[in-house]
């Protein structure tokens, strides 16, 4: 199964997030992210055995253990790769410490199971675009909104269909110790 770890973001973001990909829409061209797949990739792993799917769930679960919930408050647009042809995403202006405290602890999760995933440099962000043409013209000025993220999931990613699935294996809720 092709695994990753993700944060669910709350109504509020994914509302906001909608926005500014609906005024992306006049001046981008590119593939859109449906607003009920947005999410943080915390960490990607890729194919996983089925048989050990349980495993790397109660390793997530446990790496959550004692992360309270946190705030956080989207920020401006980027992109990655060729500027033709970019992953066109919104990051976030506050909160950046516990979204790399929640990484680093999924992360090390992970490492502890013997789990592999991809290792690249954790940056906060909502993919909106794919294929995004970047080259020209300007970006509008993103829908900013504050939210609490309070859900870690463990999905299935399924991309043999018209656009990809995720389907949650297993979902952790944050809560402070004690
Ligand atoms: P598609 O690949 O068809 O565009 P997708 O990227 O949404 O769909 P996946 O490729 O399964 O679906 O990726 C699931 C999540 O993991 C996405 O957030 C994606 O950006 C992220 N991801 C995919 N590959 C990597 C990688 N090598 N390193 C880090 N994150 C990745
Ligand atoms: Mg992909």
């Known amino acids: 199964m092709r695994l990753f770890v993700a944060a669910q973001l709350p109504v509020e973001l994914v509302d906001a997030l909608a926005e500014t990909s609906a005024s992306l829409r006049s001046c981008v061209s590119g593939r859109f992210v449906g607003p009920d797949l947005f999410h943080v990739t915390l960490a990607f792993l890729g194919e996983v055995p089925a048989m050990q799917v349980t495993e790397v769930a109660s390793l997530v679960r446990i790496s959550c253990d004692g992360m309270p919930p946190f705030s956080t408050t989207l920020g401006a647009l980027g992109s990655f790769g060729r500027r ?80 990809p699935r995720y389907e949650p294996i297993e979902c952790v809720k944050l809560q402070q110790d004690g």
Do not use: I
């Open 84 to 163: 033709s042809q970019a992953v066109l995403w919104q990051g976030f202006s506050a909160g950046q410490d516990e979204w790399a405290e929640l990484a680093r602890r999924v992360r090390a999760g992970l490492d502890e199971g013997g789990f592999a995933y991809d290792g690249k440099g954790f940056l906060p962000h909502v993919t909106l675009m794919r294929r995004a043409n970047v080259a020209h013209g300007t970006l509008p000025v993103p829908c900013v909104e504050r939210g609490v993220v309070d859900t870690v999931v463990l999905y299935a990613s399924d991309l043999s269909g018209p656009r």
